[in-house]
Nanobody
Framework: QVQLVESGGGLVQPGGSLRLSCAAS????????MGWYRQAPGKQHELVAA???????NYAESLKGRFTISRDNAKNTVYLQMNSLIPEDTAVYYC??????????WGQGTQVTVSS
């Protein structure tokens, strides 16, 4: 059993920054992918960024340059640094843990609101 605990969401003004964290605990596979998806009101669930335990990253093209994913494998934690935030980044951000096609788990979601 794997548990995901997210933190770091909140309210930020346009142009500001936030850092999300997601810590995995339990029976962690050493080779995995962890990442972030988001869903804004009225919009589809979409990939933000993901990173494998080996360091390979995958970003939504539109977010490259503003968002940076990183992870600490020793802590089983993935981070999302979000800079130059705009109102369109407002969404619920979900942590994702995946092991191939065998295991896929989601965090409870953390709200990010970009507003003045």
């Amino acid at each position: 059993q794997v548990q995901l605990v997210e933190s770091g969401g909140g309210l930020v003004q346009p142009g500001g920054s936030l850092r999300l964290s997601c810590a995995a605990s339990g029976s962690i596979f050493s080779r995995n992918s962890m990442g972030w998806y988001r869903q804004a009101p009225g919009k589809q669930h979409e990939l933000v960024a993901a990173m494998t335990s080996g360091g390979t990253t995958n970003y939504a093209e539109s977010l490259k340059g503003r968002f940076t994913i990183s992870r600490d494998n020793a802590k089983n934690t993935v981070y999302l640094q979000m800079n130059s935030l705009i109102p369109e980044d407002t969404a619920v951000y979900y942590c994702n843990y995946r092991v191939g096609r065998v295991v896929e788990l989601w965090g409870q979601g953390t709200q990010v609101t970009v507003s003045s």
